[in-house]
C-alpha cells in the first residue's frame, strides 16, 4: 500500500536564536493528510518554536517547510490560508464579542462571510449561546474555547493545537477531545502538543517525540507501545526472599526490596511469554506464590524513558 500523502513536510529545518541557542536541530518530518499527529517533549525541547515556524511566526535558521504542497516561505499567503493555529496564550480581543472577533478572524483570511459556518464551530464548541458576550467575561476555559473557535473561523484544512486543555478542567478537555476526533473524520489534519501523555494516548494516531531540538521518534502509537512496550508480572511470595536464587537468576526478574514480591518482564511481541515456565521453576524451587498481578507499561512510561535516556 502506497504511503498516504503528506499535508506537512518539513525537511532538515533548524533554528538557532542570536543567543546562540539552538532551538531546533535538522529536523525531518511527514505529517500525513486526515491524521492526528501528537508531538511530545519536555519544557524547552523545542516544540513551540517547531509548530511556529510551520505557521509563519517564526523563522527558520534552515530548511523548508510545504504546507500542502506550498513553501511556507515563497508562498506563505497560500500556505498561510490553509493552517489554523491554537496557541498556548489566552490573548484574545478582550473587548470583542465572540462573534465580532470569529467574523474579523475569517475576514483576516480573505474568506468571504459566511454566518452558517461560523454558527457551526460555536455550536460545536457549545458557544453559541456566548456570542453576543465580550471575551473578557467569559472563564479561562470558554476564552481557550474561543481560540479553537477564531482557528476554525477560515476552515483551515491544517490545526495546530499547542498546549490546548493546558490549565482546563477534565469534562472540557473531554469534549475538546471530542470535536477534534469530529474535525478529522471531516478531514482536518491534527497536530497537536501537550504535556497530558493521556491526551497523546488516547488520541493520536502517531506519535513524534523531541527532545533538546531533536526528534528522536516518529512512530504509530500503536507500534511504539508495541515496540518499547514490556509487560510485567508482579509475583506476590508467600514468603520473603533473601535474593533470586541461582537456579532463576538466568530470567529478567527483580526482587522487590522488602522480599516479597518477584517481577518479571516479558516482551509484548513474543510468541511465548514464558510464564508458564516461570511458574513451574518457582515450584522446583520451593517458592510459593499468593497472588499474581500484570501490568503494561504506558505511553507515559515510555515517553519518560525516552527523554531521559542519554543521546
Known amino acids: 500500500m502506497a504511503e498516504r500523502e503528506p499535508v506537512v513536510s518539513i525537511r ?7 543567543t546562540g541557542f539552538e532551538a531546533l536541530k535538522h529536523v525531518d518530518l511527514d505529517i500525513h493528510r486526515g491524521e492526528i499527529f501528537a508531538l511530545l517533549g519536555p519544557n524547552g525541547a523545542g516544540k513551540t518554536t517547531l509548530i511556529s515556524i510551520v505557521c509563519g511566526i517564526v523563522n527558520a535558521s534552515s530548511g523548508t517547510v510545504l504546507a500542502a504542497g506550498h513553501d511556507i516561505v515563497r508562498e506563505f499567503r497560500a500556505a498561510r490560508s490553509l493552517i489554523g493555529l491554537v496557541p498556548q496564550e489566552l490573548s484574545t480581543d478582550t473587548f470583542e464579542s465572540v462573534w465580532s472577533t470569529l467574523r474579523f478572524s475569517r475576514g483576516l483570511f480573505g474568506k468571504p462571510p459566511d454566518d452558517k459556518h461560523l454558527e457551526r464551530v460555536l455550536r460545536d464548541l457549545s458557544l453559541w449561546d456566548k456570542k453576543d ?13 474561543v481560540l479553537i473557535a477564531k482557528a476554525l473561523a477560515h476552515e483551515p484544512q491544517i490545526l495546530f493545537l499547542d498546549e490546548p486543555t493546558a490549565g482546563v478542567d477534565v469534562e472540557l478537555r473531554h469534549d475538546m477531545w471530542e470535536m477534534v476526533r469530529r474535525l478529522r473524520e471531516q478531514g482536518t489534519t491534527i497536530i ?3 504535556h ?17 531540538g531533536e526528534l528522536i521518534v516518529v512512530e504509530d502509537k500503536r507500534t511504539l507501545m508495541r515496540k518499547l512496550g514490556s509487560k510485567q508480572l508482579a509475583i506476590q511470595l508467600q514468603a520473603p526472599l533473601d535474593g533470586i536464587p541461582q537456579g532463576l537468576s538466568d530470567l529478567p526478574l527483580t526482587l522487590s526490596e522488602d522480599g516479597h514480591s518477584l517481577v518479571y518482564t516479558f516482551d509484548t511481541q513474543a510468541d511465548d511469554t514464558g510464564i508458564a515456565p516461570l511458574l513451574r521453576r ?30
Open 12 to 18: 532538515d529545518v533548524s533554528k538557532t536564536y542570536a
Open 133 to 145: 458576550a465580550k471575551i473578557m467575561t467569559l472563564s479561562g476555559g470558554m476564552k481557550r474555547r
Open 192 to 194: 497537536l502538543t501537550t
Open 196 to 212: 497530558y501523555i493521556e491526551e497523546a494516548e488516547e488520541m493520536a494516531d502517531r506519535i513524534g517525540v523531541i527532545r533538546r
Open 282 to 311: 518457582l515450584h522446583e524451587q520451593g517458592i510459593d506464590f499468593k497472588d499474581l498481578h500484570s501490568s503494561e507499561t504506558s505511553l507515559e512510561d515510555i515517553f519518560v524513558s525516552l527523554v531521559r535516556t542519554p543521546a
